[in-house]
Every structure is written in structure tokens, then in C-alpha cells.
């Protein structure tokens, strides 16, 4: 592979998350963010996408010390938006997992249509062949990442 492409291309995906971030935030309506901050909403979305998850793992995704994940998750707890579940390794029974409730998944639904409507004039009117070409190109990142065949 050309390594001047690929450099190229890794740049741009830097870019991308980094602007695509940076506009989402701004462009979204604030009243999704009315009840929780916005470090709480990627919290929920990380769990959403994850599934029940550990603090330390939380405060890893989000690139933050321990102490803030767990200013954000006794908000989140006091909101009713998440929840601690029992670790379902036995061998540790001290270990809890944080997970999402009704309430959050129900305004992570809020969020996520937020996000469609602010992304969906800038995608809209990219013709169905590039369109493909996206969702193939993040399908097959995404299987990267988590650690699988690029082919899936």
C-alpha cells in the first residue's frame, strides 16, 4: 500500500472524528442536553455501544481520570439513567459494572435523532454509490478495531 495514501487517509479519519465532533456539538439542539451535560450523553453512548461496563473502563474511553467518571455516574445515578449491575465474574464479587437504563437508552433516542437531523443535510445529497462506499468503509473499520476480519 502506498504509505503516502495511507497517511493521507489517517489524517483525514483524524480530521473527520475531530471536525465531525466539533460540529455535531455545536449544531445539535440544545434542549437534548437540558437535563444531562455533554460528557454524560457520551457516556450513555458508550455504554449503548458497549454494554454494562466497569468505571475504569468508562474513564478509559473517555480519556478522564477516574475521579470524573465518577462524578458523571453518580449524576447519571441520581437521574436514573444508569444503573449498577453485579459483575458476572464470580470471582470478584466486588466488582460492579455500570450499565444504561430505560430512561438513558430513552434519551440517547433523543440524541441520536438530534445527531441525524445536524448530519443529515450535510450526507444527503451524496449520490447512493458513495453513500455505499462510507458505510462499507466504516463497516469494515469498524470490525478492524474490534480486533476482526476486514472482509466482514
Known amino acids: ?26 449544531e ?6 437540558k437535563h444531562i451535560s455533554r460528557e454524560q450523553a457520551d457516556l450513555l453512548k458508550i455504554l449503548k455501544v458497549k454494554g454494562p ?3 475504569g473502563s468508562l474513564a478509559m474511553y473517555q480519556n478522564v481520570h477516574k475521579s470524573a467518571i465518577s462524578n458523571r455516574l453518580k449524576k447519571l445515578l441520581e437521574k436514573g439513567l444508569v444503573q449498577w449491575d453485579d459483575c458476572p465474574e464470580k470471582s470478584d464479587r466486588r466488582s460492579k ?19 441525524f437531523n445536524a448530519l443529515k443535510p450535510l450526507i444527503d445529497d451524496i449520490d ?12 469494515i473499520l469498524k470490525s478492524k478495531f474490534k480486533g476482526g476480519d476486514s472482509a466482514e
Do not use: W, Y
Open 28 to 33: 445539535i439542539n440544545q434542549d437534548v442536553f
Open 97 to 115: 459494572l455500570i450499565n444504561i437504563t430505560p430512561s438513558g437508552e430513552h434519551i440517547l433516542e433523543e440524541l441520536d435523532s438530534a445527531i
Open 53 to 55: 461496563t466497569s468505571p
Open 1 to 26: 500500500m502506498n504509505e503516502q495514501k495511507l497517511c493521507q487517509a489517517i489524517n483525514l479519519f483524524v480530521e473527520v472524528l475531530l471536525e465531525g465532533t466539533e460540529f455535531v456539538h455545536r
Open 128 to 139: 447512493e454509490e458513495h453513500l455505499h462506499s462510507i458505510i462499507e468503509i466504516f463497516t
